[in-house]
């Protein structure tokens, strides 16, 4: 019962991103044009945000934690390639918090903009499958008050013939290949 209990905040903070996610998948990016947008976070959290940690996971082993290197560069790479707004990698960001919190997120995302001198805030979230060698992006667009103004999800599909060792260093490249594409198809929604 105690475990229950413990884990009830973190299913009600999955189902209130879930339904800012669906919600706002009509949104656009045009509102952004040229704004100055860096990450609070891109990182393999699950399906759907559950407060892990943003920037990255505590994957089983070093395989695991190349793969998400690599998707993480290929989502990168998308945001940058974005027409919508001007991309600051990741690793330039400050006081990135290692966990937001769904009930005070538009705050947390207000700072943050205004510790990095931001007009736009994305959350990333990336979920490679090693099984199925595909990559799943969902993402949040906020504008520097905290207000969403955008989301979307997309997949993308990895190589066929299949990769014989998808945690392989010489997979990597294709891992991000694959982040890439599904990033770029989640912000061609909703024209980023």
Known sequence: MHTLLQRLPLFLASLLTAAA???CAEGNLSRLHNARTGAI???PTGEFPHGHALSH???GSPEELRVHAAVQRGVERALDDSRAFNYVPFAKMEQ????LNPFIERAEVKKFAAANRLGAVVRVWVTPNLHHQSVSVGFLAHVSSGKVVASDLA???GPVPPLKNPTARASLPTWEKIAYEATKKALAKVRG
Not at 96 to 99: G, K, L, Q
């Open 21 to 23: 996610l669906s919600s």
């Open 41 to 43: 976070g891109i990182g």
């Open 96 to 99: 990135v918090p290692s966990h």
């Open 57 to 59: 996971s505590k994957p």
């Open 155 to 157: 997949t993308a599909h």
